[in-house]
């Protein structure tokens, strides 16, 4: 086993991994920027290193800053957490280079599967369904206007190097398909720095169900009890539950051996996501996450497994500690709330600035994790989530109580946040009857300050 981690990465993600290092006996270095001096996760560790000034570019993603810390603070692997580099093939493979551990998937896999046409290809070759669309990226030359006739409008242009819902444009008629394809590859190009994109079929009413996998090193595979990620607001994820209201056991088990067969055709090891759409009783692939997910807790406490432990164990070369029967297991409903620091009556403006008071929900069933404190500053640079609240209980009308409980009881003082928009959706009839699709917010009105968007 590992003597020591360094964990690239800040926020809540990096108390994450430090908490599990501590229970496993493992040392953990945090690296930090000038932004970051006051957060909690240089406290909690047993080292810190600076490693560069605020923006993100100067330092969590400097990976000769990262490397160099871990090599003088003698640490055998790294954590990257989720965003920053832990998707970067080609700083794992710098990892492995200085003989670090990566705690993540082997650069091959993830090339495989990172570029989001890339991984439908390998969707399609593992006999999973995708949505229908083009084979690939749109290449220079072809007849855009005749290959979108023929999937079919509306269709949905999407950037391959895409994330967090960004280069992603409806088109539901010829005339706006040649300057929506030009708009989404620029906004690719300045986000991720390519601008491929490709075009599939629009679903009108879907639902996000993802799968959570587990693979070792010695080609043992496993699928967790999916995650419904329906609640977005402009393709980002707000509320997370598991088991998904929506689901039959039948298509439960399907989607799993169809997250197996993917995970095993692409030679693909540690933790991961298989993300579905879901709509009238079929389900298509969309992409897959090769990393440790936000939303991770909320299989924690329905599979009651420790993801975080499982990573690094898995990382060290440990062989999965239970097979599928086990990793099926329900053992409860659950529920995530992503507390942003955001003004959600002001197109969610982010609100940096100084928590002067906070009080954070406690009890039965109720876990937070978060890097904030009262007195906390958080900073400019980076996303603007500072809490995430995850209630468990027996079945889903307890999990909704308890998470209204528990929203009543957070309170920040200084700082806007989205906990009250929460409260809004876990109280709404149709969030409660489970029947919804991805535009529950638009639908539903929750927003209506909200500006158009497509
Ligand atoms: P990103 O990586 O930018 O988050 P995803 O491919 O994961 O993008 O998609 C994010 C969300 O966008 C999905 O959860 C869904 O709400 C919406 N979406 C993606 N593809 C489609 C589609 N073909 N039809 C309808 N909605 C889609």
Known sequence: MFKKILIANRSEIAVRVIRACREMGIKSVAVYSDADRESRHISMADEAVCIGPGPSKLSYLDQEAVLTAAQMTGADAIHPGYGFLSENADFAEACAKRGIVFIGPPPEASRKLGFKSAGKAVAIAANVPVVPGTQGDVEAGVDIARVAADIGYPVLIKASAGGGGKGMRVVRQASELKPQLEAAAAEAKAAFGDGSVFIEKLLERPRHVEIQIAADKHGEVV????????????????????????????????????????????????????????????????????????????????????????????????????????????????????????????????????????????????????????????????????????????????????????????????????????????????????????????????????????
């Open 223 to 454: 699928a967790f009890p999916e995650r419904d990620c329906t609640v977005q607001r402009r393709h980002q994820k707000l509320v997370e539950e598991s088991p998904s209201p929506a689901l039959t056991p039948d298509i439960r088990r399907d989607m799993q051996a169809a997250a197996v067969r993917l995970a095993k055709s692409a030679g693909y090891q540690n933790v991961g996501t298989v993300e579905f759409l879901y709509q009238d009783g079929k389900f298509y692939f969309i992409e897959v996450n090769a990393r440790l997910q936000v939303e991770h807790p909320v299989t924690e406490a329905v599979a009651g497994v420790d993801l975080m432990e499982l990573m690094i164990r898995i990382a060290a070369g440990e062989r999965l500690p239970f097979g599928q029967e086990r990793a099926s297991e329900i053992r409860c409903h659950a529920i995530e709330h992503r507390i942003n620091a955001e003004d959600p009556d002001n197109n969610f403006m982010p609100c940096p600035g100084r928590i002067e008071e906070l009080e954070l929900p406690g009890g039965a069933g109720v876990r937070v994790d978060t890097h904030a404190y009262p007195g906390y500053t958080i900073p400019s640079y980076y996303d603007s989530m500072i809490a995430k609240l995850i209630v468990s209980a027996a079945d889903r009308p307890t999990a909704l109580r308890r998470a209204l409980r528990a929203l009543g009881e957070l309170k920040v003082r200084g700082v806007k946040t989205t906990a009250g928009l929460h409260a809004k959706i876990v109280a709404h009839p149709v969030f409660m009857a489970g029947d919804f699709d991805t535009h529950f917010i638009e639908k539903t009105k929750l927003l209506d300050k909200e500006d158009a968007h497509g």
